[in-house]
């Protein structure tokens, strides 16, 4: 069946530091892959997605592409900021009417 | 844009009773989708519900103790049964959109059963 693998948190960073969240998926057909985050006690928002192979999501300064060779979506950012401090979800959907299969969720905290 | 409305957004709950969460969604979707949220946990999901169909279980929740109403294309309910404090989690209910390729959640109704 469909799967997402991502890093196993929790990760700090300094402000202005590099982010990166790794996230492989093993999937049957083509997904689309998502990235969504859950910041302290909000639901959960869609922070970026790609729909094809090579193709960038970006959103806040946030990036990942849709890597088919490696079966890779992985989160970069390139200076974090306090705010960014949430748990992220990497996730794929198989198409139209499928629910999304989420990874197990990387909490991210950046301290100032 | 497709807009959710989830309630209750909380609730504290006796064992052994039963609590009711509602999906109001502002436009026709044909599929909504449930999750549960386990206290620091990834989303699992709980069951797909079709409007005038059955709901589609996964593997280790079932009808008795998670029955899903879906009575039109704009709400859905999800029951939780005899409650014990196994079940404390998060619920969201979730639907295709607003984009294609999307997905829009609830806000969650956080369950506490004591």
């Known amino acids: 069946g469909n799967s997402v693998t991502q890093m196993e948190g929790p990760v700090t960073l300094s402000e202005e530091a590099f982010l990166t969240i790794n996230c492989t998926y093993t999937?049957?057909?083509?997904?689309?892959l998502f990235w969504y985050v859950q910041y302290p006690g909000e639901g959960l928002q869609l922070l970026l997605k790609?729909?094809?192979?090579?193709d960038k999501g970006s959103n806040k300064g946030f990036e990942a592409t849709y890597r088919k060779e490696t079966t890779s979506f992985h989160l970069e950012k390139g200076s974090v900021q306090v705010s960014d401090s949430a748990v992220y979800f990497c996730?794929?959907?198989?198409?139209?009417?499928?629910?999304?299969?989420f990874g197990k969720g990387t909490r991210l905290s950046v301290i100032a | 844009s497709a807009v959710i409305s989830q309630k209750p957004s909380r609730d504290i709950c006796q064992r052994g009773t039963s609590l009711t969460i509602q999906c109001q969604v502002d436009?026709?979707?044909?599929?909504m989708f449930w999750y549960r949220q386990q206290p620091g946990q990834s989303l699992t999901l709980i069951a797909t519900?079709?409007?005038?169909?059955?709901?589609?279980?996964e593997s280790g929740f079932v009808i008795d103790k998670f029955p899903i109403s879906r009575p039109n294309l704009t709400f859905s309910t999800l029951t939780v049964s005899n409650m014990s404090p196994e079940d404390s989690s998060i619920y969201l209910c979730?639907?295709?959109?607003?984009?294609?390729?999307?997905?829009?959640f609830g806000s969650g109704t956080r369950l506490t059963v004591v």
């Open positions: 979730s639907v295709e959109g607003p984009y294609r390729g999307g997905y829009t």
């Open positions: 999937a049957t057909g083509y997904p689309s």
């Open positions: 790609a729909t094809k192979a090579d």
């Open positions: 996730a794929l959907s198989e198409g139209r009417n499928t629910p999304l299969v």
């Open positions: 436009s026709q979707v044909t599929m």
């Open positions: 519900a079709n409007q005038g169909s059955e709901a589609t279980y």
